[in-house]
């Protein structure tokens, strides 16, 4: 019995310290992942984002199809790197009940591609490619406020 | 012992499991003595002039955290918009608060567009903290005549819904 206990219950107090990021995880209404990219120093390389949405959710396009609407936006603004590019996904035209006409929204999973190019004065090696990705999704019944969502791209930059 | 592991385990599953976003939630409204005091604000109207809730005391007030950008939201208005007509009399007012950052430059046309007929206030994060923050949108207050608040609606709910609380509320001894 004891021996039972002296097991369990630092693995509980581990899942209780891992509780917290597991809720955070989880609320969040959209999520941004990447994967490292080799790029050389001179010339514009390609960077995916892999961003998934809660189900029931949708988030407007880059370019919705109202103007009260607030679009997705990524930015980059950290690391040494210049956006050359965005390829933002063609969003699905969805006809809610509360619109009069179609909206043009990402739901579910789908990927951004952003075209970088290392500043002049970038160091070869390591580098963090810092940027935000400004959402705002609803969902049939109800709407959140615009967020941001902070992301990293690693890159070796050769 | 192994009770309160099965509880604790138990426990964990419950709280790494429920992280989906908020769905409707309609509360009925609450018995007197469940109430809270709504929390006073003062904020600005359209034309400039201060909006105080403690003002209100005495009507039922239909308080709408709404913004410009939020469609559930603009299924509503009309039915606020008949609200004010039906029961201004009766000691019944509306108040919409848009949490729209772009403020008046946005919230003006709307109001002119769609012929909002109660008063309107632009909210701040302050307001907004003092409603619970107020995460989700549509997000609406019903407070009786003595400034306490009997019923919260969070999303879209039916417009009879409404419509059974706010008379509900009218009804009562004043």
């Known amino acids: ?8 219950f630092p693995l509980l107090s581990r899942l209780l310290v891992l509780v917290p990021a597991l809720l955070a995880a989880q609320t969040d209404l959209l999520t941004v992942s990447t994967q490292p990219v080799i790029a050389k120093k001179a010339e514009p390389f390609v960077a995916q984002l892999n961003v998934q949405l809660k189900p029931g959710l949708h988030a407007n396009t880059n370019k919705p199809n ?56 970038t160091a070869p090696g390591l580098a963090m490619a810092g940027g935000k990705l400004r959402y705002q999704a609803c969902s049939e019944t109800m709407c959140f406020p615009p967020k941001t969502v902070d992301f990293r791209i690693a890159v070796d930059l050769r | 012992m192994y009770r309160s592991i099965f509880i604790g385990v138990s426990l964990l599953g419950l709280l790494t499991s429920c992280g989906s976003f908020p769905d409707t939630v309609r509360a009925a409204v609450k018995p007197v003595s469940a109430r809270k005091m709504a929390v006073p604000f003062s904020l600005k109207d359209a034309d400039g002039k201060p909006l105080v809730l403690a003002d209100y005391k005495g009507k039922v007030v239909l308080l709408n955290f709404w ?67 107020v995460d989700s949108l549509p997000t609406t207050y019903l407070i009786d005549r003595e400034g306490r608040v009997a019923a919260v609606h969070i999303g879209l709910v039916s417009k009879g819904d409404y419509v059974k609380d706010i008379e509900q509320l009218l009804s009562a001894a004043k």
């Open chain 1, 1 to 8: 019995m004891s021996k039972i206990s002296s097991n369990f």
């Open chain 1, 66 to 121: 109202d103007e009260l609407l607030i679009p997705l936006k990524l930015t980059i603004d950290k690391g040494g790197f210049a956006v050359v590019k965005i390829d933002y996904p063609v969003g699905k035209n969805e006809k809610y009940s509360f619109s009069d006409e179609p909206l043009n929204v990402y739901s579910g999973a789908f990927q951004i591609g952003v075209t970088l190019k290392a500043h002049p004065g």
């Open chain 2, 67 to 133: 913004a410009t950008w939020c469609g559930p939201c603009k299924i509503e208005i009309p039915w606020f918009i008949d609200f004010e007509k039906t029961y201004r009399d009766k000691g019944f007012a509306v108040i919409g608060v848009s949490m729209d950052d772009d403020g008046w430059a946005v919230v003006k046309p709307h109001m002119a567009k769609t012929g909002i007929n109660y008063r309107m206030t632009i909210g701040d994060e302050q307001t907004a903290l003092k409603y619970g923050g």
